[in-house]
């Protein structure tokens, strides 16, 4: 079975709007400066990359299902021009109530991707900036790391705490017996994955 890394969007992959606002157009991703450089160590590392986000905003009315699917695609192919393969994005397009099961912190997002993609959850990992995506990850049986950004905040449950998602994937790959070492000081992708 395969490895994969679980990666939220929003505050993991590019900055995420103020509270209260979403991402409804291609023009609005801010890809963080490493991001890439994570993925690509993640694809040499022998992960699966998978994207895995809530996106209630469709349910709110801000984009369609065809307008978020555009910017994932494009999402992909961006960051595929510099080698770093996104394999998968599976979105909750749900409102918060009434619940659903795919919505974080509940785990469905993540067994539907590791049921079709074969993945063995108990040697992949759950990178998220938020306490709801390390509770999808341990509930799929992950590992976990939480991205933090410049914040002081330590206190959670996760595996890994990290700075960025280019800083949790330098000490996923220094924990995980058997993986090839990449070098924190690895070149970084300037460029916005264009």
């Given at each position: ?41 993640l694809n040499r590392a022998g992960f699966l990359v998978i994207v ?19 910017i994932h695609a494009r999402m992909c192919r961006e960051f595929g ?100 070492q990449y070098p924190p000081h690895m070149r970084v992708v300037k460029?916005?994955?264009?």
């Amino acid at each position: 079975m395969k490895k994969a890394a679980f990666l939220d969007r929003d505050g993991v992959i590019n900055r995420k709007p103020p509270e209260g606002q979403y991402v409804t157009r291609w023009e609005q991703m801010d890809f963080f400066p490493a991001a890439c450089n994570a993925v690509c160590m993640l694809n040499r590392a022998g992960f699966l990359v998978i994207v895995v986000t809530n996106q209630r905003c469709v349910a709110q009315g801000f984009l369609t299902t065809e307008e978020m699917d555009f910017i994932h695609a494009r999402m992909c192919r961006e960051f595929g021009a510099v080698g770093a393969t996104i394999h998968a994005v599976y979105y909750c397009s749900h409102e918060i109530q009434p619940p659903c099961s795919c919505r974080k912190p509940q785990p469905r997002m993540l067994l539907h991707a590791a049921q079709k993609h074969g993945v063995d959850l108990a040697a992949s990992w759950m990178i998220g900036d938020s306490q709801s995506d390390v509770e999808a990850g341990r509930a799929a049986g992950c590992k976990t790391a939480r991205v933090i950004g410049d914040n002081k905040f330590t206190d959670c449950a996760a595996d890994v705490v990290a700075s960025s998602l280019f800083d949790a994937t330098c000490k996923i790959l220094q924990i995980t017996p058997g993986l090839l070492q990449y070098p924190p000081h690895m070149r970084v992708v300037k460029k916005r994955c264009l």
